[in-house]
Antibody, heavy 119, light 110 residues
């Protein structure tokens, strides 16, 4: 069965960095694009970033462009989100999600990892 | 990247039908059939309910359906059941090569 497990979250001071990882299993990882989506406490979903199956196509939300970097290692079945210059408004649960091929939506989600940016 | 517009809340009695609207612009909902809907129970992970406007993934009950007209997409839940009570989010691909979500709608089954 498809499994996605995020890790790397935690509490960090404003301006610092954090790298999230998402380990995938149960499907052919190299065949699927991946997304990061976040949800601030008590708030709605916000799309963060997308990476194609081969890593050649990458998109970011305006709110994170220039600060966050998405990448993937198909040999390790893992997608990453490097987050630099963190701000209080980046506090959220970060989900990785599998792209449902050709449908531009997210069909499987991980349980999420909480990132708290606070001084 | 403004969020799509959804009603904050809707409610209905068991067995009734409800519709949740999702209004975007000609740069997102109006231009692409890449509208999807997600159900999220409290403390749980979002679940894909509808993709490409009106397609149901396997395992999603057939009393969930979707449609689109112009810049507005809709999620229709017919024959409401107690377990349908949850938050619902729409999402669309955009002309900026990004995705946008709606603000979410809390469905209460009376």
């Amino acid at each position: 069965q498809v499994q996605l497990v995020e890790s790397g979250g935690g509490e960090v001071q404003p301006g610092r960095s954090l790298r999230l990882s998402c380990a995938a299993s149960g499907f052919t990882f190299r065949s699927h694009a991946m997304h990061w989506v976040r949800q601030a406490p008590g708030k709605g979903l916000q799309w963060v970033s997308f990476i194609s199956w081969d890593g050649n196509t990458i998109y970011y939300a305006d709110s994170v462009r220039g600060r966050f970097t998405i990448s993937r290692d198909n040999s390790k079945n893992t997608v990453y989100l490097q987050m630099n210059g963190l701000r209080a408004e980046d506090t959220a649960v970060y989900y990785c999600a599998r792209d449902k091929s050709t449908s531009y939506c997210r069909d499987y989600w991980g349980p999420g990892t909480l990132v708290t940016v606070s001084s | 990247q403004s969020a799509l517009t959804q009603p904050a809340s809707v409610s209905g009695s068991p067995g009734q039908s409800i519709t949740i609207s999702c209004t975007g612009t000609s740069s997102d909902v109006g231009s692409y059939n890449y509208v999807s809907w997600y159900q999220q129970h409290p403390g749980k992970v979002p679940k894909l309910m509808i993709y490409e406007v009106s397609n149901r993934p396997s395992g999603v009950p057939d009393h969930f359906s979707g449609s689109k007209s112009g810049n507005t997409a809709s999620l229709i839940i017919s024959g409401l059941q107690a377990e349908d009570e949850a938050d619902y989010y729409c999402s669309s691909f955009t002309s900026s090569n990004t995705w946008v979500f709606g603000g979410g709608t809390k469905l209460t089954v009376l």
